[in-house]
């Protein structure tokens, strides 16, 4: 490198690149122990053996919470479900199966931690994986 060109480096602690710096000349870089790279960013992993840095996997996306009674039955159909929906609220006890048939006929929006739904889930054996696709599916739709 041409001493005094500006340059990125990155300022690693403990394998992961804490900062970037713009300086002039990589000999200034090496004295502080920074690494000079133009691609390094904030929250990369740094290999000291290979000298190479990776970006983190992106955060998963959220699970939606509430969905709309119209997009909860789309997903439900798509995933061959929809006729085990009544079969699963009239198999609840009392209360529960009218409040069920209540929020199933008259609700505008599905809630996926609300009681009924949960309960709904376990008569229907969808896990919460299972729960979270169909949400998931449901926010597409």
Known sequence: MVK?????AAIIESGTVKNVALVSGSDFAQSQGWIVSETA??????????GEFTSPEPPPT???????MRQARLALLQQGLLASVQPAI?????PHSSTANIEWEYSQVVERNRAIVLMLA???ELTDDDLDA????????
């Open 134 to 141: 169909l949400f998931t599916l449901a926010d597409t739709l």
């Open 62 to 68: 959220p699970t939606p919470q509430v969905v709309t």
């Open 122 to 124: 376990q008569v229907l």
């Open 4 to 8: 005094g060109k500006i340059m990125k």
């Open 41 to 50: 960013k904030i929250g990369d992993s740094y290999n000291a053996e290979t």
């Open 90 to 94: 009239d198999a609840l006890d009392e």
